[in-house]
């Protein structure tokens, strides 16, 4: 099973690599089970369990994680990573124009936006950044996962 999961996970990054690459945009649509972080709106930014494991000498410096927002907003919602490794950055996201995605949990996620980050060369550890997204109005917040190890 986590040899599915990891297959999987690889699979939805390559496809979003290459539609990154294709389009030049950083939008795309991709399937995955997901749930909804914790907040009651008109939309939603979804916690679809992201995880990456880097090489603590090396880091990652052309990683993305995705940013699901599904649901209906008549406002601009900026997104951005907040309390990466050190060492790390991100120039944040692309904001969301107002719209809606109609997307859910059960049927399918359509994956609005990516963040890119670049993981530095960190210690040894587990790391939990936060991706955000804000209306103005309502901030919201998913953890991510980073792994960071001699060896992965």
């Known amino acids: ?13 390559v496809a979003a690599g290459l539609t990154l690459t294709l389009s030049g945009t950083p939008a795309a649509t991709a399937a995955t089970s997901a749930r909804p972080a914790k907040a ?10 992201q995880r990456i494991c880097v090489a603590s000498s090396f880091g990652h410096p052309g990683a ?3 940013v699901p927002i599904v649901g ?27 719209g809606s995605n109609n997307g859910s949990p059960q049927s399918g996620v359509t994956i609005q936006r990516f963040i890119g980050v670049s993981i530095g060369p960190a210690p040894v550890g587990v790391y939990t950044p936060e991706i955000w997204a804000s209306d103005g109005i309502q901030t919201q917040a998913v953890p991510v996962t980073i792994v960071s190890k001699e060896r992965c």
């Not at 009651?40 to 369990?49: F, I, N, Q, R």
């Not at 907003?73 to 124009?97: A, V």
């Open 1 to 13: 099973m986590r040899r599915i999961r990891r297959a999987v996970k690889l699979a939805l990054g």
């Open 40 to 49: 009651a709106s008109t939309w939603t930014l979804l916690d679809v369990d």
């Open 64 to 66: 993305y994680f995705v």
């Open 72 to 98: 209906t907003w008549s406002r601009t919602i900026n997104i951005g990573i907040r309390n990466l490794p050190p060492g790390s950055s991100s120039p944040g996201g692309t904001p969301l124009p107002p």
